[in-house]
């Protein structure tokens, strides 16, 4: 089903010149032995008055848009360098910086890890997790190497007894936000490192 858009006001109002040209030619060109009937002329008015209604109802809802859009990108420019702690499932790893994350994990697991793994789903390193939802990860695989420059995926799992991987977490990471701009799709922030951060992957501002 196509939805119901309201017509702009340039629209409309270019509606409403033409229907009272026409209206007023009808009066003018009627025959006088046989006016136009009452209700037929109600009939004529009563449209007139939709088109008037429409183009006040089109100048308002562009008003509302307006005022909101101009509200939304206030409060977003508000949060400009605060940090957020976003949810990921991957991580930029630059060969030098180790990089600082937080896993969460149900109440229940007693032990837990990160899985490290390259571009082609291999495991390249498991990185525990601290009591506290901590992980740092220094960039070394399992044989003493710096990981190279690279994107690398990450995933949360409770580490079962017997080593094998159970029941999956969320890892989250601390970015600051470097700028807000207003986009097609309303305010989006970019981090310090010039990359959108997803708000709906955004779990706290601290």
Same mark, same amino acid.
């Given at each position: 089903?196509? /939805?119901?858009?309201?017509?702009? /006001?340039?629209?409309?109002?270019?509606?409403?010149?033409?229907?009272?040209?026409?209206?007023?030619?009808?009066?003018?060109?009627?025959?006088?032995?046989?006016?136009?009937?009452?209700?037929?002329?109600?009939?004529?008015?009563? %449209?007139? &008055?939709?088109?008037?209604?429409?183009?006040?109802?089109?100048?308002?809802?562009? $008003?509302?848009? @307006?005022?909101?859009?101009?509200?939304? !990108? %206030?409060?977003?420019?508000?949060?400009?360098?605060?940090?957020?702690?976003?949810?990921?499932?991957?991580?930029? !790893?630059?060969?030098?910086?180790?990089?600082?994350?937080?896993? @969460?994990?149900?109440? @229940?697991?007693?032990?837990?890890?990160?899985?490290? *793994?390259?571009?082609?789903? &291999?495991?390249?390193?498991?990185? /525990?997790?601290?009591?506290?939802?901590?992980?740092?990860?220094?960039?070394?695989?399992?044989?003493? %190497?710096?990981?190279?420059?690279? %994107?690398?995926?990450? $995933?949360? *799992?409770?580490?079962? @007894?017997?080593?094998?991987?159970?029941?999956?977490?969320?890892?989250?990471?601390?970015?600051?936000?470097?700028?807000?701009?207003? &986009?097609?799709?309303?305010?989006?922030?970019?981090? $310090?490192?010039?990359?959108?951060?997803?708000?709906?992957?955004?779990?706290?501002?601290?």
């Amino acid at each position: 089903m196509t /939805p119901l858009t309201m017509p702009t /006001p340039e629209a409309a109002l270019t509606g409403m010149d033409t229907f009272l040209r026409l209206l007023t030619a009808q009066l003018r060109n009627q025959d006088p032995l046989s006016p136009m009937e009452g209700t037929a002329f109600a009939q004529q008015l009563a %449209t007139f &008055s939709n088109v008037e209604q429409q183009i006040k109802t089109g100048q308002r809802l562009e $008003e509302i848009a @307006e005022s909101l859009s101009h509200t939304r !990108f %206030t409060d977003a420019a508000g949060l400009v360098g605060r940090e957020v702690s976003v949810a990921v499932t991957s991580a930029r !790893f630059d060969g030098i910086t180790p990089m600082d994350m937080q896993a @969460e994990l149900p109440k @229940e697991i007693k032990a837990g890890v990160v899985v490290v *793994r390259s571009s082609d789903g &291999s495991a390249i390193a498991r990185i /525990p997790v601290a009591s506290d939802g901590a992980i740092h990860w220094d960039g070394k695989l399992a044989d003493g %190497t710096i990981a190279p420059v690279a %994107t690398y995926s990450v $995933e949360a *799992r409770a580490l079962l @007894e017997d080593g094998r991987l159970g029941a999956a977490g969320e890892v989250r990471m601390d970015r600051r936000i470097g700028s807000v701009e207003l &986009s097609a799709n309303g305010s989006q922030f970019l981090g $310090e490192d010039g990359l959108v951060i997803d708000l709906r992957q955004v779990r706290q501002i601290k």
